[in-house]
Protein backbone atom coordinates (compact mmCIF):
# COMPACT_ATOMS: atom_id res chain seq x y z
CA UNK A 1 0.00 0.00 0.00
CA UNK A 2 1.35 3.52 -0.82
CA UNK A 3 0.59 6.98 0.48
CA UNK A 4 1.17 9.84 -1.33
CA UNK A 5 1.36 13.44 0.96
CA UNK A 6 0.30 16.59 -0.36
CA UNK A 7 3.76 17.70 -1.41
CA UNK A 8 4.47 14.81 -3.99
CA UNK A 9 6.28 12.56 -1.63
CA UNK A 10 5.71 8.79 -1.93
CA UNK A 11 6.00 6.69 0.72
CA UNK A 12 6.31 2.70 -0.02
CA UNK A 13 4.45 0.71 2.21
CA UNK A 14 4.55 -2.36 4.34
CA UNK A 15 6.55 -5.44 1.83
CA UNK A 16 6.00 -9.04 2.94
CA UNK A 17 9.25 -9.13 4.77
CA UNK A 18 7.98 -6.01 7.04
CA UNK A 19 4.76 -7.84 7.82
CA UNK A 20 6.53 -10.67 8.92
CA UNK A 21 8.48 -8.62 11.34
CA UNK A 22 6.45 -6.06 12.10
CA UNK A 23 7.90 -3.33 10.91
CA UNK A 24 7.38 -0.25 8.45
CA UNK A 25 10.70 1.26 6.17
CA UNK A 26 10.10 4.80 4.86
CA UNK A 27 12.46 5.47 1.91
CA UNK A 28 14.02 8.65 1.71
CA UNK A 29 13.96 9.06 5.17
CA UNK A 30 17.10 9.27 7.67
CA UNK A 31 17.17 6.35 10.71
CA UNK A 32 17.61 7.39 14.38
CA UNK A 33 21.09 5.79 13.86
CA UNK A 34 22.32 8.14 11.22
CA UNK A 35 20.52 10.72 13.24
CA UNK A 36 22.45 9.89 16.29
CA UNK A 37 25.86 8.96 14.41
CA UNK A 38 25.96 12.16 12.57
CA UNK A 39 25.35 10.60 8.69
CA UNK A 40 22.51 12.27 7.69
CA UNK A 41 23.37 15.15 4.83
CA UNK A 42 27.16 14.02 4.56
CA UNK A 43 28.52 16.34 1.79
CA UNK A 44 25.27 18.93 3.34
CA UNK A 45 25.57 20.56 6.41
CA UNK A 46 23.52 19.13 9.85
CA UNK A 47 20.41 20.20 11.18
CA UNK A 48 19.48 22.49 13.47
CA UNK A 49 19.53 20.67 16.91
CA UNK A 50 15.52 21.79 17.42
CA UNK A 51 14.52 19.76 14.14
CA UNK A 52 17.09 16.92 15.25
CA UNK A 53 15.07 16.41 18.96
CA UNK A 54 11.44 16.48 17.08
CA UNK A 55 12.84 13.92 14.53
CA UNK A 56 14.27 11.37 16.89
CA UNK A 57 10.64 11.66 18.98
CA UNK A 58 8.76 10.73 16.05
CA UNK A 59 11.16 7.65 15.27
CA UNK A 60 10.63 6.49 18.89
CA UNK A 61 7.07 6.90 18.66
CA UNK A 62 7.36 4.68 15.14
CA UNK A 63 9.21 2.30 16.79
CA UNK A 64 6.98 1.67 19.92
CA UNK A 65 4.35 1.63 17.18
CA UNK A 66 5.60 -1.15 15.20
CA UNK A 67 6.15 -3.39 18.23
CA UNK A 68 2.56 -2.62 19.53
CA UNK A 69 1.20 -3.83 16.53
CA UNK A 70 3.78 -6.56 16.70
CA UNK A 71 2.25 -7.92 19.69
CA UNK A 72 -1.24 -7.37 18.26
CA UNK A 73 -1.04 -9.34 15.10
CA UNK A 74 -1.69 -13.08 15.94
CA UNK A 75 -0.17 -16.31 15.47
CA UNK A 76 -0.99 -18.22 12.31
CA UNK A 77 -1.56 -21.30 13.66
CA UNK A 78 -3.60 -19.41 16.86
CA UNK A 79 -7.19 -21.28 15.45
CA UNK A 80 -9.13 -19.21 18.18
CA UNK A 81 -7.41 -16.21 18.76
CA UNK A 82 -10.48 -14.75 20.93
CA UNK A 83 -8.97 -17.91 23.38
CA UNK A 84 -5.14 -15.99 23.03
CA UNK A 85 -4.40 -13.85 26.04
CA UNK A 86 -2.33 -10.63 25.04
CA UNK A 87 0.89 -10.15 27.24
CA UNK A 88 -0.37 -6.75 27.98
CA UNK A 89 -4.08 -8.40 29.22
CA UNK A 90 -1.65 -10.37 31.86
CA UNK A 91 0.55 -8.04 33.16
CA UNK A 92 -2.21 -4.85 33.48
CA UNK A 93 -4.64 -7.97 34.65
CA UNK A 94 -7.61 -6.37 32.71
CA UNK A 95 -10.48 -7.92 31.72
CA UNK A 96 -11.76 -9.32 28.18
CA UNK A 97 -14.28 -6.84 27.86
CA UNK A 98 -12.39 -3.98 28.77
CA UNK A 99 -9.19 -4.72 25.71
CA UNK A 100 -10.27 -3.48 22.83
CA UNK A 101 -10.48 -5.60 19.58
CA UNK A 102 -7.33 -6.01 17.55
CA UNK A 103 -9.26 -4.55 14.34
CA UNK A 104 -9.96 -1.46 16.70
CA UNK A 105 -6.06 -1.71 17.86
CA UNK A 106 -4.98 -2.01 13.86
CA UNK A 107 -7.13 0.60 12.51
CA UNK A 108 -6.06 3.09 14.98
CA UNK A 109 -2.19 2.07 14.73
CA UNK A 110 -3.00 2.38 10.77
CA UNK A 111 -4.38 5.78 11.19
CA UNK A 112 -1.47 6.99 13.72
CA UNK A 113 1.00 5.50 11.35
CA UNK A 114 -0.54 7.36 8.36
CA UNK A 115 0.11 10.73 10.23
CA UNK A 116 3.23 9.58 11.25
CA UNK A 117 4.18 9.32 7.96
CA UNK A 118 3.12 12.52 6.72
CA UNK A 119 4.80 14.02 9.67
CA UNK A 120 8.21 12.17 8.65
CA UNK A 121 7.54 13.21 4.71
CA UNK A 122 6.84 17.04 5.91
CA UNK A 123 9.60 16.89 8.45
CA UNK A 124 11.95 15.43 5.13
CA UNK A 125 10.70 17.96 2.61
CA UNK A 126 11.40 20.85 5.30
CA UNK A 127 14.78 18.89 5.82
CA UNK A 128 15.38 18.89 2.14
CA UNK A 129 14.35 22.41 1.72
CA UNK A 130 16.49 23.83 4.11
CA UNK A 131 18.75 21.70 3.71
CA UNK A 132 18.81 23.93 -0.23
CA UNK A 133 18.73 26.90 1.25
CA UNK A 134 21.23 26.35 3.98
CA UNK A 135 23.55 25.26 0.74
CA UNK A 136 22.92 28.39 -1.25
CA UNK A 137 23.18 30.15 2.12
CA UNK A 138 26.50 28.38 2.67
CA UNK A 139 27.67 29.16 -1.28
CA UNK A 140 26.56 32.97 -0.65
CA UNK A 141 28.94 33.09 2.37
CA UNK A 142 31.82 31.06 0.43
CA UNK A 143 31.56 33.83 -2.21
CA UNK A 144 31.39 36.68 0.53
CA UNK A 145 34.08 35.29 2.27
CA UNK A 146 36.17 35.26 -0.93
CA UNK A 147 35.40 38.81 -1.69
CA UNK A 148 36.05 39.24 2.46
CA UNK A 149 39.22 37.99 1.49
CA UNK A 150 39.88 40.05 -1.60
CA UNK A 151 38.74 43.19 0.20
CA UNK A 152 40.96 42.33 3.36
CA UNK A 153 43.88 41.90 0.86
CA UNK A 154 43.17 46.01 -0.58
CA UNK A 155 42.77 47.20 2.82
CA UNK A 156 46.03 46.09 3.52
CA UNK A 157 47.50 47.18 -0.27
CA UNK A 158 45.42 50.07 1.13
CA UNK A 159 47.07 50.71 4.76
CA UNK A 160 50.41 49.84 3.59
CA UNK A 161 50.09 52.63 0.44
CA UNK A 162 48.44 54.97 2.87
CA UNK A 163 51.52 54.57 5.87
CA UNK A 164 54.03 54.72 2.47
CA UNK A 165 52.13 58.31 1.52
CA UNK A 166 52.02 59.41 5.38
CA UNK A 167 56.02 58.57 5.35
CA UNK A 168 56.54 60.81 2.24
CA UNK A 169 54.13 63.52 3.52
CA UNK A 170 56.35 63.56 6.62
CA UNK A 171 59.17 63.55 4.72
CA UNK A 172 58.03 66.39 2.36
CA UNK A 173 56.87 68.30 5.28
CA UNK A 174 60.05 67.93 6.82
CA UNK A 175 61.67 69.42 3.56
CA UNK A 176 59.29 71.79 3.54
CA UNK A 177 60.10 72.98 6.64
CA UNK A 178 63.75 73.31 5.55
CA UNK A 179 62.97 75.01 2.22
CA UNK A 180 60.96 77.25 4.63
CA UNK A 181 63.76 78.06 6.89
CA UNK A 182 66.31 78.76 4.23
CA UNK A 183 63.47 81.28 2.37
CA UNK A 184 63.13 83.04 5.49
CA UNK A 185 66.60 83.54 5.87
CA UNK A 186 67.51 84.18 2.16
CA UNK A 187 64.12 86.93 2.64
CA UNK A 188 66.33 88.02 5.79
CA UNK A 189 69.84 88.00 3.88
CA UNK A 190 68.26 89.97 0.91
CA UNK A 191 66.31 92.44 2.99
CA UNK A 192 69.88 93.18 4.48
CA UNK A 193 71.03 92.76 0.79
CA UNK A 194 68.08 95.61 -0.31
CA UNK A 195 68.94 98.30 2.55
CA UNK A 196 72.60 97.82 2.13
CA UNK A 197 71.92 97.94 -1.87
CA UNK A 198 69.38 101.59 -0.94
CA UNK A 199 72.42 102.97 0.97
CA UNK A 200 74.87 102.50 -1.97
CA UNK A 201 72.55 104.23 -4.47
CA UNK A 202 72.28 107.07 -1.87
CA UNK A 203 75.74 107.14 -1.62
CA UNK A 204 76.22 106.53 -5.80
CA UNK A 205 74.05 109.90 -6.04
CA UNK A 206 75.61 111.86 -3.45
CA UNK A 207 78.65 110.95 -5.18
CA UNK A 208 77.16 111.52 -8.76
CA UNK A 209 75.97 115.08 -7.66
CA UNK A 210 78.91 116.03 -6.00
CA UNK A 211 80.93 115.27 -9.43
CA UNK A 212 78.68 117.13 -11.55
CA UNK A 213 79.18 120.03 -9.12
CA UNK A 214 82.89 119.20 -9.70
CA UNK A 215 82.89 119.26 -13.45
CA UNK A 216 80.56 122.19 -13.78
CA UNK A 217 82.52 123.71 -11.45
CA UNK A 218 85.46 122.49 -13.20
CA UNK A 219 84.25 123.73 -16.68
CA UNK A 220 83.51 127.04 -15.39
CA UNK A 221 86.82 127.82 -14.54
CA UNK A 222 88.02 126.42 -17.63
CA UNK A 223 86.15 128.39 -19.55
CA UNK A 224 86.87 131.60 -17.31
CA UNK A 225 90.92 130.80 -18.15
CA UNK A 226 90.64 130.53 -21.26
CA UNK A 227 88.03 133.26 -22.01
CA UNK A 228 91.28 135.42 -20.00
CA UNK A 229 93.81 133.73 -22.16
CA UNK A 230 91.58 134.65 -25.25
CA UNK A 231 91.25 138.62 -23.72
CA UNK A 232 95.00 138.19 -23.25
CA UNK A 233 95.64 137.30 -26.18
CA UNK A 234 93.34 140.17 -28.00
CA UNK A 235 94.80 142.59 -25.80
CA UNK A 236 98.63 142.06 -26.83
CA UNK A 237 97.12 141.64 -30.32
CA UNK A 238 95.43 145.16 -30.49
CA UNK A 239 98.45 147.15 -28.53
CA UNK A 240 100.67 145.46 -31.54
CA UNK A 241 98.45 146.66 -34.42
CA UNK A 242 98.10 150.21 -32.86
CA UNK A 243 102.12 150.04 -32.66
CA UNK A 244 101.76 148.85 -36.32
CA UNK A 245 99.58 151.59 -37.31
CA UNK A 246 101.78 153.65 -36.54
CA UNK A 247 104.71 152.58 -38.69
CA UNK A 248 104.57 153.79 -42.17
CA UNK A 249 106.04 150.61 -44.37
CA UNK A 250 107.33 151.37 -48.27
CA UNK A 251 106.74 149.32 -50.94
CA UNK A 252 109.40 149.84 -53.72
CA UNK A 253 108.57 148.95 -57.23
CA UNK A 254 112.08 146.72 -57.48
CA UNK A 255 111.72 143.44 -56.40
CA UNK A 256 115.42 142.92 -55.40
CA UNK A 257 115.50 144.81 -52.28
CA UNK A 258 115.78 142.32 -49.77
CA UNK A 259 113.97 144.63 -47.01
CA UNK A 260 111.02 145.66 -49.31
CA UNK A 261 110.84 142.28 -50.41
CA UNK A 262 110.24 141.12 -47.02
CA UNK A 263 108.17 144.05 -46.44
CA UNK A 264 105.44 143.19 -49.18
CA UNK A 265 105.79 139.45 -48.49
CA UNK A 266 104.62 140.22 -45.08
CA UNK A 267 101.45 142.68 -46.05
CA UNK A 268 100.28 139.59 -48.64
CA UNK A 269 100.52 137.26 -46.29
CA UNK A 270 98.69 139.58 -43.45
CA UNK A 271 96.00 140.48 -46.66
CA UNK A 272 95.46 136.96 -47.84
CA UNK A 273 93.26 134.86 -45.32
CA UNK A 274 90.93 138.14 -45.03
CA UNK A 275 90.83 139.51 -48.64
CA UNK A 276 91.27 137.03 -51.07
CA UNK A 277 89.73 138.48 -54.11
CA UNK A 278 91.48 141.62 -53.83
CA UNK A 279 94.75 140.18 -53.42
CA UNK A 280 94.23 138.50 -56.81
CA UNK A 281 92.83 141.46 -58.53
CA UNK A 282 96.14 143.43 -57.38
CA UNK A 283 99.03 140.74 -58.51
CA UNK A 284 99.27 141.87 -61.77
CA UNK A 285 99.22 145.04 -61.42
CA UNK A 286 102.51 146.95 -60.44
CA UNK A 287 102.61 149.12 -57.31
CA UNK A 288 104.66 152.71 -57.90
CA UNK A 289 103.63 154.89 -54.85
CA UNK A 290 104.52 154.72 -51.06
CA UNK A 291 101.72 153.38 -48.70
CA UNK A 292 101.15 153.82 -45.11
CA UNK A 293 100.45 150.63 -43.69
CA UNK A 294 96.88 151.71 -43.14
CA UNK A 295 95.68 153.13 -46.39
CA UNK A 296 97.90 150.79 -48.53
CA UNK A 297 95.59 147.50 -47.10
CA UNK A 298 92.98 149.28 -46.18
CA UNK A 299 92.59 147.27 -42.91
CA UNK A 300 90.60 148.61 -39.90
CA UNK A 301 92.02 147.79 -36.70
CA UNK A 302 88.91 145.18 -36.27
CA UNK A 303 89.69 143.82 -39.30
CA UNK A 304 93.32 143.08 -38.75
CA UNK A 305 92.68 141.52 -35.20
CA UNK A 306 90.47 139.37 -37.72
CA UNK A 307 92.87 138.52 -39.44
CA UNK A 308 95.25 137.82 -36.97
CA UNK A 309 92.80 135.36 -35.08
CA UNK A 310 92.25 133.80 -38.65
CA UNK A 311 96.44 133.07 -38.64
CA UNK A 312 96.49 132.11 -34.96
CA UNK A 313 93.64 129.48 -35.95
CA UNK A 314 94.35 128.35 -38.84
CA UNK A 315 95.87 124.77 -39.44
CA UNK A 316 98.32 123.79 -41.65
CA UNK A 317 97.82 120.98 -44.48
CA UNK A 318 100.56 119.11 -45.38
CA UNK A 319 101.99 119.46 -48.54
CA UNK A 320 100.69 123.39 -48.38
CA UNK A 321 101.91 126.76 -47.61
CA UNK A 322 100.93 129.01 -44.66
CA UNK A 323 99.45 130.88 -47.39
CA UNK A 324 97.85 127.90 -49.54
CA UNK A 325 93.72 127.36 -49.23
CA UNK A 326 92.97 125.98 -45.90
CA UNK A 327 91.04 123.21 -45.01
CA UNK A 328 87.81 123.52 -43.39
CA UNK A 329 87.70 123.72 -39.35
CA UNK A 330 85.73 121.25 -37.42
CA UNK A 331 83.14 122.83 -35.44
CA UNK A 332 83.20 122.82 -31.78
CA UNK A 333 81.32 120.15 -30.08
CA UNK A 334 79.06 121.16 -27.25
CA UNK A 335 79.98 119.08 -23.81
CA UNK A 336 77.23 117.68 -22.49
CA UNK A 337 77.84 117.67 -18.35
CA UNK A 338 74.64 116.34 -17.83
CA UNK A 339 71.93 115.13 -19.97
CA UNK A 340 68.38 116.02 -19.30
CA UNK A 341 65.83 113.34 -19.34
CA UNK A 342 62.94 114.68 -22.15
CA UNK A 343 59.44 115.09 -20.65
CA UNK A 344 56.87 116.39 -22.98
CA UNK A 345 57.11 116.78 -26.86
CA UNK A 346 57.84 120.31 -28.28
CA UNK A 347 56.85 120.19 -31.96
CA UNK A 348 55.20 117.42 -33.96
CA UNK A 349 55.75 117.38 -37.94
CA UNK A 350 54.84 115.13 -41.20
CA UNK A 351 57.90 114.97 -42.68
CA UNK A 352 58.47 112.69 -44.92
CA UNK A 353 56.03 110.97 -47.88
CA UNK A 354 56.38 107.45 -45.93
CA UNK A 355 58.03 106.13 -42.80
CA UNK A 356 61.20 107.63 -41.57
CA UNK A 357 64.15 105.29 -40.73
CA UNK A 358 66.96 107.59 -39.90
CA UNK A 359 67.55 110.56 -38.03
CA UNK A 360 70.80 112.62 -37.02
CA UNK A 361 72.16 115.42 -34.96
CA UNK A 362 74.82 117.60 -36.14
CA UNK A 363 77.66 118.10 -34.12
CA UNK A 364 76.19 121.68 -32.77
CA UNK A 365 72.78 119.90 -31.82
CA UNK A 366 71.28 122.66 -33.52
CA UNK A 367 71.02 120.79 -37.05
CA UNK A 368 69.58 117.75 -37.55
CA UNK A 369 68.48 115.57 -40.38
CA UNK A 370 65.99 112.86 -41.44
CA UNK A 371 65.88 110.28 -43.63
CA UNK A 372 62.88 108.31 -45.01
CA UNK A 373 61.79 105.89 -47.80
CA UNK A 374 60.50 108.65 -49.93
CA UNK A 375 63.89 108.57 -50.63
CA UNK A 376 64.67 112.45 -49.51
CA UNK A 377 67.42 113.48 -46.92
CA UNK A 378 65.48 116.55 -44.63
CA UNK A 379 67.85 119.02 -42.88
CA UNK A 380 66.30 120.62 -40.11
CA UNK A 381 67.07 123.77 -37.66
CA UNK A 382 66.14 123.53 -33.86
CA UNK A 383 65.08 126.92 -33.06
CA UNK A 384 63.26 127.66 -29.81
CA UNK A 385 62.04 124.32 -28.98
CA UNK A 386 60.55 124.09 -32.74
CA UNK A 387 61.51 122.34 -36.10
CA UNK A 388 62.44 124.61 -39.10
CA UNK A 389 63.22 123.14 -42.67
CA UNK A 390 66.62 124.46 -43.63
CA UNK A 391 67.24 122.49 -46.99
CA UNK A 392 66.17 119.17 -49.15
CA UNK A 393 69.05 116.84 -50.04
CA UNK A 394 67.92 114.89 -53.49
CA UNK A 395 69.52 112.07 -55.43
CA UNK A 396 69.02 109.08 -53.17
CA UNK A 397 68.46 106.13 -55.76
CA UNK A 398 66.68 104.59 -52.85
CA UNK A 399 65.16 104.42 -49.48
CA UNK A 400 67.02 105.85 -46.58
CA UNK A 401 68.11 103.51 -43.48
CA UNK A 402 70.87 105.55 -42.22
CA UNK A 403 72.60 109.23 -42.07
CA UNK A 404 75.56 110.52 -40.20
CA UNK A 405 77.15 113.77 -40.09
CA UNK A 406 81.28 113.43 -40.28
CA UNK A 407 83.07 114.87 -37.49
CA UNK A 408 82.88 118.73 -38.89
CA UNK A 409 79.18 118.79 -39.87
CA UNK A 410 79.87 119.51 -42.90
CA UNK A 411 79.41 116.21 -44.93
CA UNK A 412 76.21 114.12 -44.82
CA UNK A 413 76.47 110.21 -45.86
CA UNK A 414 73.30 108.26 -46.27
CA UNK A 415 73.27 104.17 -46.78
CA UNK A 416 70.75 103.74 -49.30
CA UNK A 417 68.77 100.25 -50.69
CA UNK A 418 70.26 101.10 -54.17
CA UNK A 419 73.20 98.60 -53.17
CA UNK A 420 75.08 102.18 -52.18
CA UNK A 421 76.23 104.96 -49.94
CA UNK A 422 75.72 108.40 -51.12
CA UNK A 423 78.00 111.68 -50.20
CA UNK A 424 76.73 115.01 -49.74
CA UNK A 425 77.87 118.22 -48.87
CA UNK A 426 75.94 120.21 -46.21
CA UNK A 427 74.12 123.22 -48.65
CA UNK A 428 73.84 121.73 -51.89
CA UNK A 429 71.12 119.59 -53.16
CA UNK A 430 72.78 116.97 -55.01
CA UNK A 431 75.01 114.23 -54.31
CA UNK A 432 78.50 114.71 -54.38
CA UNK A 433 79.59 111.22 -54.41
CA UNK A 434 78.51 107.57 -54.98
CA UNK A 435 80.11 104.48 -52.70
CA UNK A 436 78.88 101.36 -54.94
CA UNK A 437 80.47 98.22 -54.62
CA UNK A 438 77.76 96.32 -52.69
CA UNK A 439 75.59 93.77 -53.98
CA UNK A 440 72.50 93.98 -52.29
CA UNK A 441 70.60 96.94 -49.67
CA UNK A 442 73.28 99.00 -47.66
CA UNK A 443 72.18 99.43 -44.18
CA UNK A 444 74.44 101.24 -42.24
CA UNK A 445 76.62 103.91 -43.22
CA UNK A 446 78.76 105.47 -41.01
CA UNK A 447 82.17 108.47 -40.12
CA UNK A 448 85.13 107.24 -38.80
CA UNK A 449 86.63 109.68 -36.74
CA UNK A 450 88.11 111.76 -39.83
CA UNK A 451 85.87 112.95 -42.37
CA UNK A 452 88.13 110.97 -45.02
CA UNK A 453 87.18 107.75 -44.16
CA UNK A 454 83.99 105.99 -43.97
CA UNK A 455 82.41 102.52 -43.24
CA UNK A 456 79.41 100.33 -44.90
CA UNK A 457 77.64 97.71 -44.25
CA UNK A 458 75.34 95.37 -46.57
CA UNK A 459 72.62 92.28 -46.59
CA UNK A 460 74.85 91.07 -49.13
CA UNK A 461 77.05 89.79 -46.11
CA UNK A 462 80.04 92.08 -46.31
CA UNK A 463 81.30 95.48 -44.57
CA UNK A 464 83.78 98.01 -46.09
CA UNK A 465 85.74 100.65 -45.58
CA UNK A 466 86.23 103.83 -47.86
CA UNK A 467 88.43 106.47 -48.27
CA UNK A 468 86.48 109.41 -49.25
CA UNK A 469 89.05 111.59 -50.82
CA UNK A 470 88.80 109.22 -53.92
CA UNK A 471 85.72 107.50 -52.96
CA UNK A 472 87.28 104.41 -53.55
CA UNK A 473 87.01 101.02 -51.40
CA UNK A 474 90.18 100.59 -49.44
CA UNK A 475 88.80 96.90 -47.66
CA UNK A 476 85.97 94.63 -47.78
CA UNK A 477 85.27 92.51 -44.86
CA UNK A 478 83.39 89.01 -46.05
CA UNK A 479 81.07 87.96 -42.94
CA UNK A 480 78.68 85.17 -42.79
CA UNK A 481 75.37 87.05 -42.05
CA UNK A 482 73.30 90.21 -42.62
CA UNK A 483 75.07 93.46 -41.54
CA UNK A 484 72.19 95.51 -39.79
CA UNK A 485 74.28 98.58 -38.34
CA UNK A 486 77.87 99.42 -37.79
CA UNK A 487 80.03 101.68 -35.81
CA UNK A 488 83.33 102.55 -35.63
CA UNK A 489 86.24 103.88 -33.25
CA UNK A 490 89.91 105.00 -33.50
CA UNK A 491 91.23 101.51 -35.50
CA UNK A 492 88.32 99.17 -34.51
CA UNK A 493 85.19 98.44 -36.54
CA UNK A 494 82.00 97.31 -34.49
CA UNK A 495 79.30 95.13 -36.74
CA UNK A 496 76.04 93.99 -35.28
CA UNK A 497 74.74 90.74 -37.55
CA UNK A 498 70.97 88.66 -38.14
CA UNK A 499 72.86 85.86 -36.57
CA UNK A 500 72.62 87.24 -33.09
CA UNK A 501 76.07 88.15 -33.00
CA UNK A 502 78.20 91.33 -32.79
CA UNK A 503 81.70 91.24 -34.83
CA UNK A 504 84.46 93.90 -33.71
CA UNK A 505 87.53 94.34 -36.63
CA UNK A 506 91.00 95.98 -36.56
CA UNK A 507 91.64 97.66 -39.43
CA UNK A 508 95.21 96.86 -38.88
CA UNK A 509 94.04 93.08 -38.72
CA UNK A 510 92.68 90.98 -41.52
CA UNK A 511 90.03 88.74 -39.38
CA UNK A 512 87.91 89.24 -37.04
CA UNK A 513 89.30 89.84 -33.55
CA UNK A 514 86.45 89.60 -31.36
CA UNK A 515 82.60 88.03 -31.29
CA UNK A 516 79.86 88.52 -28.65
CA UNK A 517 76.94 86.49 -28.98
CA UNK A 518 73.52 88.03 -28.02
CA UNK A 519 69.68 86.37 -27.71
CA UNK A 520 68.20 88.18 -30.90
CA UNK A 521 68.70 89.85 -34.16
CA UNK A 522 71.04 93.05 -33.76
CA UNK A 523 68.77 95.73 -35.01
CA UNK A 524 71.49 98.82 -33.82
CA UNK A 525 74.76 99.59 -32.15
CA UNK A 526 75.21 102.77 -30.64
CA UNK A 527 78.88 103.65 -29.16
CA UNK A 528 79.44 105.95 -26.34
CA UNK A 529 81.45 109.50 -26.32
CA UNK A 530 84.51 108.27 -24.22
CA UNK A 531 84.23 104.32 -26.53
CA UNK A 532 84.58 102.60 -23.26
CA UNK A 533 80.81 100.89 -23.70
CA UNK A 534 78.50 99.40 -26.54
CA UNK A 535 74.66 99.93 -26.48
CA UNK A 536 72.87 97.11 -28.72
CA UNK A 537 69.59 96.79 -29.70
CA UNK A 538 68.04 93.03 -30.43
CA UNK A 539 64.87 91.54 -31.41
CA UNK A 540 64.70 89.67 -28.39
CA UNK A 541 63.10 93.07 -26.76
CA UNK A 542 66.13 93.93 -25.19
CA UNK A 543 68.81 96.56 -24.83
CA UNK A 544 72.37 95.23 -23.97
CA UNK A 545 75.46 97.52 -22.49
CA UNK A 546 78.95 95.86 -23.48
CA UNK A 547 81.73 97.05 -21.68
CA UNK A 548 84.83 96.96 -24.45
CA UNK A 549 87.60 97.21 -21.22
CA UNK A 550 86.33 93.63 -20.44
CA UNK A 551 84.08 92.59 -23.49
CA UNK A 552 81.41 91.45 -21.47
CA UNK A 553 77.95 92.31 -21.59
CA UNK A 554 77.09 94.44 -18.36
CA UNK A 555 73.39 94.87 -18.35
CA UNK A 556 70.39 93.92 -19.89
CA UNK A 557 67.27 96.41 -20.08
CA UNK A 558 63.66 95.09 -20.63
CA UNK A 559 60.47 96.55 -19.90
CA UNK A 560 56.67 95.49 -19.86
CA UNK A 561 55.24 96.67 -23.40
CA UNK A 562 58.71 97.66 -25.04
CA UNK A 563 58.54 95.45 -28.40
CA UNK A 564 61.06 95.76 -31.20
CA UNK A 565 59.14 96.91 -34.23
CA UNK A 566 61.79 96.55 -36.42
CA UNK A 567 65.00 94.37 -37.83
CA UNK A 568 65.95 98.51 -38.21
CA UNK A 569 65.36 99.59 -34.67
CA UNK A 570 67.69 102.45 -33.72
CA UNK A 571 68.50 102.83 -29.60
CA UNK A 572 71.17 105.32 -28.62
CA UNK A 573 73.22 106.30 -25.47
CA UNK A 574 72.68 109.80 -24.33
CA UNK A 575 75.14 111.84 -24.28
CA UNK A 576 76.95 111.55 -21.29
CA UNK A 577 75.82 107.52 -21.10
CA UNK A 578 73.88 108.43 -17.94
CA UNK A 579 70.81 106.80 -19.96
CA UNK A 580 69.79 104.23 -22.68
CA UNK A 581 66.92 105.18 -25.56
CA UNK A 582 65.19 103.57 -27.40
CA UNK A 583 61.72 103.50 -29.68
CA UNK A 584 59.14 100.25 -29.22
CA UNK A 585 56.67 99.39 -32.02
CA UNK A 586 53.42 100.73 -30.02
CA UNK A 587 55.03 104.37 -30.44
CA UNK A 588 56.28 105.18 -26.65
CA UNK A 589 60.29 105.94 -26.06
CA UNK A 590 61.61 103.96 -23.43
CA UNK A 591 64.79 105.37 -20.99
CA UNK A 592 66.60 103.54 -18.50
CA UNK A 593 69.16 104.36 -16.48
CA UNK A 594 72.28 103.32 -17.39
CA UNK A 595 74.18 103.19 -13.49
CA UNK A 596 70.94 101.78 -11.71
CA UNK A 597 69.33 99.56 -14.97
CA UNK A 598 65.90 100.78 -13.69
CA UNK A 599 63.14 101.90 -16.48
CA UNK A 600 63.20 106.08 -15.74
CA UNK A 601 60.70 106.98 -17.80
CA UNK A 602 58.37 106.56 -20.75
CA UNK A 603 56.99 108.65 -22.94
CA UNK A 604 53.62 108.37 -25.40
CA UNK A 605 51.56 110.48 -27.05
CA UNK A 606 52.47 111.50 -30.63
CA UNK A 607 53.42 108.55 -31.98
CA UNK A 608 50.61 106.21 -33.19
CA UNK A 609 52.81 103.57 -34.96
CA UNK A 610 56.08 101.85 -34.35
CA UNK A 611 59.54 103.92 -33.34
CA UNK A 612 61.89 103.34 -36.04
CA UNK A 613 64.97 105.60 -34.71
CA UNK A 614 65.75 108.39 -32.19
CA UNK A 615 68.40 110.43 -31.73
CA UNK A 616 69.83 112.28 -28.48
CA UNK A 617 71.55 115.96 -29.30
CA UNK A 618 75.42 116.52 -28.42
CA UNK A 619 73.93 118.98 -25.53
CA UNK A 620 72.11 117.02 -24.01
CA UNK A 621 68.71 119.22 -23.86
CA UNK A 622 66.52 117.46 -26.93
CA UNK A 623 65.51 114.37 -28.06
CA UNK A 624 63.81 113.29 -31.78
CA UNK A 625 61.76 110.38 -32.67
CA UNK A 626 60.76 109.11 -35.70
CA UNK A 627 58.15 106.68 -36.61
CA UNK A 628 56.64 104.40 -39.36
CA UNK A 629 53.70 106.88 -40.10
CA UNK A 630 55.65 109.86 -41.33
CA UNK A 631 55.81 111.73 -38.00
CA UNK A 632 59.30 113.52 -36.24
CA UNK A 633 59.15 114.15 -32.56
CA UNK A 634 60.86 116.80 -30.61
CA UNK A 635 61.17 116.59 -27.26
CA UNK A 636 62.54 118.30 -24.14
Known amino acids: MKFGDRRGFVLAGESRGSRKRGKTTFPN ?48 NDVTPATHQDPWEKESGLDSDQVPSPATLRMKWQEEEKELQLDCGEMAYQVVVKSAALGALESELEERQSRLATLEARVAQLREARAQQARQVHARRAGHAARRAAYEALRAHARLQEAALRELEEEARDLLERLVQRKARAAAECNLRLERRERAKQARVSQELKKAVKRTVSISENPDTPGDGIKEGVEMTLALPAEPHFLESEADEK ?13 TLS ?4 VVKGLLDFKKRRGHSIGGIPEQRYQSIPVCVAAQLPTWAQDVLD ?15 SLLATGGADRLIHLWNVVGGHLEANHTLEGAGGS ?9 GSQLLAATYNQA ?32 HAVTGSRDRTVKEWDLNRAYCSRTINVLSYCNDVVCGDHVIISGHNDQKIRFWDSRVPSCIQIIPVQGRVTSLSLSHDHLHLLSCSRDDTLKVIDLRVSNIRQVFSADGFKCGSDWTKAVFSPDRSYA ?44 STDQARKIVLWH
Open 29 to 76: VPSRRDLTNGNVGRGMCPFSSKAIKQYNRLLEKAELLARFSEKLQPEP
Open 287 to 299: WKRSYRSASATSL
Open 303 to 306: RCVD
Open 351 to 365: AHLSEVNAVRFGPNS
Open 400 to 408: ITSVDFDPS
Open 421 to 452: AQLWKVGEAQSKETLSGHTDKVTAAKFKLTRH
Open 581 to 624: LAGSCDGALYIWDVNTGKLERTLRGPHCAAVNAVAWCYSGSHVV
